[in-house]
Nanobody, 115 residues
Framework: QVQLVESGGGLVQAGGSLRLSCAAS????????MGWYRRTPGKQRELVAR???????TFADSVKGRFTISRDNAKNTVYLQMNSLKPEDTAVYYC?????????WGQGTQVTVSS
């Protein structure tokens, strides 16, 4: 099992930046996949970015070139750097970890981008 705690959300103007952090309760070295999803009211949960244990990275098309994801195994933390934010990036962002056969989720952090 692993517990995940997100931080770093908030209110930012369009064009601004935020960095989300996801702190895990134990070592993430052996966790195969960690990443970020987001959800807006009335929409399905959407994959934002994920990084595997061997650093293969996947981004949603909507964030490519603007967001980066990284994992710091020494700090048991995954980061989502969000640049050039747009109002449509407004959502609750959730960290997740794939620890076979379970998926674990954080409580979410709100990101609001004003126009």
């Amino acid at each position: 099992q692993v517990q995940l705690v997100e931080s770093g959300g908030g209110l930012v103007q369009a064009g601004g930046s935020l960095r989300l952090s996801c702190a895990a309760s134990r070592s993430i070295f052996s966790i195969n996949v960690m990443g970020w999803y987001r959800r807006t009211p009335g929409k399905q949960r959407e994959l934002v970015a994920r990084v595997t244990r061997d650093y293969r990275i996947t981004f949603a098309d909507s964030v490519k070139g603007r967001f980066t994801i990284s994992r710091d195994n020494a700090k048991n933390t995954v980061y989502l750097q969000m640049n050039s934010l747009k109002p449509e990036d407004t959502a609750v962002y959730y960290c997740y970890a794939q620890v076979f056969p379970e998926d674990y989720w954080g409580q979410g952090t709100q990101v609001t981008v004003s126009s």
